[in-house]
């Protein structure tokens, strides 16, 4: 049973959690040659033959893109996207009350970060848990000075076989995966498989589109939600309806325990709630930030608009976020659970249609005009001229 938290009474305590510092991130400087060498462990690969074509990142549109799979993940891993991620991860610290995370761990000894990007959760974990191997995995690597010794990051794709072997972490953490992976139910019987008995893990995505309370009629906010929603599903790798579907995707992967928190995260400072305010303050400067990142790759490559059209629509969403009239929020799911001590194998996983854009809310289905199976980049940008008239 879910419960909703986010009214304005609904929140936990923020106080200390928003008295923490901010993290400071531990992407360092984005230059390649402030990266060592001696930090970079891939798996599965030897590290000579590897590392350097890692380092060799590619570059779109003014940003930086991995090119370990390239291509395989939409956004950059630049430092302005890195910044983004540190602000995001600040967020979810206000909003658990300061913690890591909503599990309650005793003695955790094997860690894993799925997707860890800038390392800020693996090595924050690594340091409140010394005794722990606490391991961050992801397609770019971890450009940190520091990391306690306990940490240790690898390049690698989570959709492809785990070096690791069955029944290893005790504690597996993957936050923010909307739009990396393409097969979800496979996804998570993975993790399942690499649990061990009595293991914990945690998932925390976002409900895709944002919502506001009194979004404007033609609203370019809800254009670019849409948009980039139609872009990751053609891409392979959907934003929508990932939470939605974890709790029975979890529950089928076998999992046990099962519990799930919606949080409603504002996206500005509109909330009198000086706590919610806090967190949508953090939240607001993440999306700024984050938000170019979000968008470039995908609309471009996907969807094919041109680089013009998509800064235009770009500074149009910004110009609502900055409206203080308006007031943006979105659904954040946090999902606990744990492997039985007793071991069943997971079902088999069954493929299926995707089943995201029919969980959209019907406002949001019906403001729809295109088919979420075209490419046409045309009958998008007449689609776009209809539903959005851009306003100075
Ligand atoms: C939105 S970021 C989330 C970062 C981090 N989990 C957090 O919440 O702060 C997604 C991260 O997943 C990584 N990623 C995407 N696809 C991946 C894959 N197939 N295997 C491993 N990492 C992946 C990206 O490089 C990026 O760093």
């Excluded at 959690?17 to 599965?44: L, Q, V």
């Excluded at 995995?137 to 940490?151: E, H, Q």
């Excluded at 254009?223 to 790798?237: D, P, Q």
């Amino acid at each position: 049973m879910a419960d909703l938290e986010g009214s304005e009474s609904g929140y936990e305590s923020f106080i200390e959690a928003a008295s923490a510092p901010i993290s400071s991130g531990c992407h360092g400087k984005a230059a390649m040659e402030d990266i060592n060498m001696d930090d970079i462990s891939m798996s599965g690969f030897s590290k000579e033959s590897v590392a350097q074509s890692i380092l060799d990142y590619e570059y779109e549109n003014g940003r930086r893109y991995h090119s370990y799979r390239s291509g395989a993940y939409f956004a950059p891993n630049d430092e302005k996207q890195y910044h983004a991620i540190d602000l995001f991860h600040h967020v979810h610290r206000l909003v658990n009350g300061g913690e890591l995370c909503r599990t309650r761990l005793e003695n955790p000894r094997k860690i894993l970060d799925i997707g860890t990007g800038t390392g800020v959760w693996a090595i924050e974990m690594a340091d409140l848990f010394p005794e722990a191997e606490v391991v961050g995995i992801d397609l770019s690597p971890v450009n940190t000075d520091w990391k306690p010794s306990n940490c240790t990051f690898e390049i690698d794709d989570v959709e492809s076989e785990w070096v690791r072997p069955e029944n290893y972490y005790d504690f597996i953490y993957s936050r923010c995966m909307f739009g990396c992976i393409s097969d979800w139910p496979a996804y998570i019987n993975r993790i399942y498989t690499h649990c061990e008995p009595g293991g914990k893990v945690e998932f925390t995505e976002v409900v895709m589109p944002y919502r506001a309370d009194n979004q404007p009629p033609n609203s370019a906010m809800a254009y670019w939600c849409k948009n980039g929603s139609i872009a990751s599903e053609m891409f392979g790798k959907p934003f929508s309806g990932v939470a939605e579907n974890l709790e029975m995707w979890v529950r089928n992967a076998g999992f046990v325990n099962v519990k799930v928190r919606k949080v409603k995260i504002p996206v500005g400072t509109w909330p009198k709630d000086p706590k919610q305010k806090l967190i949508g303050h953090f939240q607001l400067l993440g999306t700024f930030e984050g938000m170019e990142g979000f968008t470039l790759a995908l609309w471009s490559r996907v969807l094919g608009y041109p680089i013009e059209h998509i800064q235009e629509v770009l500074k149009a969403v910004e110009r609502e976020l900055k409206d203080p009239s308006i007031h943006w929020w979105y659904l954040m799911y946090y999902v606990t659970a744990e492997k039985p001590k007793v071991v069943r194998s997971p079902r088999p996983h069954q493929p299926e249609e995707p089943q995201w854009w029919n969980s959209h809310p019907k406002g949001y289905q019906d403001a729809d005009a295109v088919s979420m199976k075209t490419t046409d980049s045309e009958l998008l940008q007449r689609q776009f001229e209809q539903s959005f008239r851009m306003t100075d």
